[in-house]
């Protein structure tokens, strides 16, 4: 139960690592645990083998948290800044490969000693004189080094009064031992020349019947579940193993005229670092001189290079493919982009889905349910059958009943999806976000800089016919325009200024005329650029340009259309979204988009305030739509926050990052379709887990309780419910984009 006591001042935030967990009923444990303490509130996860902790900090301290997980029976320990995480990941990565090996062997050498004892048990051919008491040391070998886990598992649950899956296993395993050595020492199976038949059903059980062959093949198959477990779980996080050591380590740094190589974590916001062709830029910041061309693709997913000069922002970790470049640190340590990625991704594989706490309610009674449902089981047989049947029946309840596949069946898909995202530059910000998407029937798309490239372009240089002056050639106008917006930061005035290839002339007394435009003298005339004519009914923008008061002709500039944006709108109409398209520009240049990318017309509302974006969003959800908002800049921040699902481009503004629930960084629409079926792609592997798992424990359970299952067959069919689950979820793996 989670505490309910109001913490005296704000939360602070823990992330720990937790050890020695081998089933949600550990996990869940912990939980119950933390979320005792006053003033905490915390999820953990058991495939992520994390714990994300909220605490009063007036109430509680780390070292005292990590003391109830300590005193829950498991290890833990702190995940806070980037040093200590990359220090978590290795100690994670070092335990998760330690166990592995040790699985492994014990599983080597439970198989090498379970084959004969099964075949010597099914085949009364092979049966020679005495051969149950060479079954009886093989056995014995099998359950206590193989079985090893389990029990020291089981033990230390027990003294803090827990049952989990290993508690089933040791009593499963432990009954099949016990009942084998009565029936050996007390019974008729350990006299010479005795032979025994293999049985598929408990039913057919004798009372000279032994199940050491159970004993072994149990432990060696739960023995192998578990380590595809171990290692599957290393497979899934490997994504954000990648993304958490991707950055530089370390970096240039200038000094005056002196360089100096220092540590990537002792960088400070305002140094100048120099990036040297095929170097890693250590850090977030602004391009001070030098020009090259920079791979965002680790970021990104993009594989074409961007082209970046004075006044471009790059991103740490990105790599300089060709110029030197000065690089004025602007963030740096947990405020960089790459660690708000592995935040977000950490975050989301972290927390858990809504369809997984009912998953984790069921789990958390499942062991005590089905100690009860054995001995009920055993209770049963022992009126109508005979103490053989009975107990065998008991033990294939215990050993097919382990909840592991419904436990795996959430957090593995979350965790493979979400690291496959971030390797294709989608980051989906909390588990719960996977629901939305299967929800959602609308998507409302901002014009610029998301279906747009966000930059004005001249498309048309138009001398006038009519001018009483000399008449000029595009060429000419085009000169003596850039010329005098050479000195504006103006978008329009960056694009003309870019579009003319040419030497400019030297721009004289510079003047800005408030609501008319800029005026220069330039070779003895002047010329001013500003509104156009009246009666412009283009779709784009258009200047005029003047000279000595007389109209030289117009230059129209449009926000060209992304290349991707048309097939991107075309995929979300596939996913059966209907598109909107919101803008701020005028009407007839947000028409002109919606044509051409395939928007209906009265799906198009434009020259729209922030807070009219906020509006149509409402307006649209008390239609009873639920609405995913796509946008990139401050004036989407508020509607990216009131859809139902907000999407915000990964190039935008910081407030439209973190007011989303989706990020998509290379800033490309088309990735908007591939995280929306990424996410749905992800639920639907987890619901298959879940209804496989469920449907498993539903199926088999009653089956066992019949008496008509085996404990062998029961221990293979538990083991391979658990690696369906596991090979199910990694199957996200392959997922790419659908062009």
Known sequence: MTNVLQPAGPLAHLDLGVTGMTCTSCS?????????????????????????????????????????????????????????????????????????????????????????????????????????????????????????????????????????????????????????????????????????????????????????????????????????????????????????????????VLRGETESRIPASDLRVGDTIVVRPGEKIATDGVVTQGTSAVDESLLTGESLPVEVAPGSRVTGATINTSGRLEVRATRVGSDTVLSQMGKLVTDAQASKAPIQRLADRIASVFVPIVIGIALLTLAAHLIVGGVAPAFVAAVSVLIIACPCAMGLATPTAILVGTGRGAEMGILIKGPEILESTRQIDTIVLDKTGTITEGRMSVTEVTPSSASTTTTLTEDELLRLAAAVEKGSKHPIARAIVGAYEGELPAAEAYEELPGQGIEATIDGSRVRVGRPPAGYEGTGTQVGVYVDGDLAGTIELHDRIKDSSISAIARLKELELEPYLLTGDNTNAAQAVAREVGIAEPDVQAEVMPEDKVDAVKRLQAEGKVVAMVGDGVNDAAALAQADLGIAMGAGADVAIEASDITVMNNDLSSVADSVRLARRTLRIIK????????????????????????????????????????????????????
């Open 688 to 739: 298959s887990n879940l209804f496989w798992a469920f449907a498993y424990n539903i199926i088999l359970i009653p089956v066992a309780a019949f008496g008509l299952l085996n404990p062998l067959l029961a221990g293979l069919a538990m083991a391979l419910s658990s690696v369906f689950v596991v090979t199910n979820s990694l199957r996200l793996k392959s997922f790419t984009s659908s062009e």
């Open 28 to 252: 869940s444990r912990v939980e119950r645990k933390l979320n005792k303490v006053d003033g905490v509130e915390a999820t953990v996860n058991f495939a992520t083998e994390s714990a994300s902790v909220d605490y009063d900090p007036a109430t509680t301290t780390p070292a005292e948290l990590i003391e109830v997980v300590e005193g829950a029976g498991y290890g833990a320990f702190t995940m806070g800044d980037e040093d200590e995480a990359d220090s978590a990941s290795t100690t994670t990565e070092s335990a998760r490969n330690a166990e592995a090996a040790d699985l492994l062997h014990r599983t080597l050498v439970s198989a090498a000693l379970s084959l004969p004892l099964m075949v010597l048990s099914m085949v009364p051919a092979l049966q020679f004189q005495h051969w149950q008491w060479a079954c009886l040391v093989l056995a014995t070998i099998v359950y206590i080094f193989g079985g090893a886990p389990f029990h020291r598992a089981t033990w230390a649950n027990l003294k803090h009064g827990a049952a989990t899956m290993d508690t089933l296993i040791t009593l499963g395993t432990t009954a099949a031992y016990v009942w084998s050595l009565y029936a050996l020492f007390l019974g008729n199976a350990g006299m010479p020349g005795m032979t025994m038949h293999m049985t598929l059903r408990s039913n057919d059980a004798q009372m000279d019947h032994i199940y050491l062959e159970s004993v072994g093949m149990v432990i060696t198959f739960l023995l192998l579940g578990r380590w595809f477990e171990v290692k599957a779980k290393g497979r899934s996080s490997e994504a954000l193993t990648t993304l958490l050591t991707m950055g530089a380590k370390d970096a240039t």
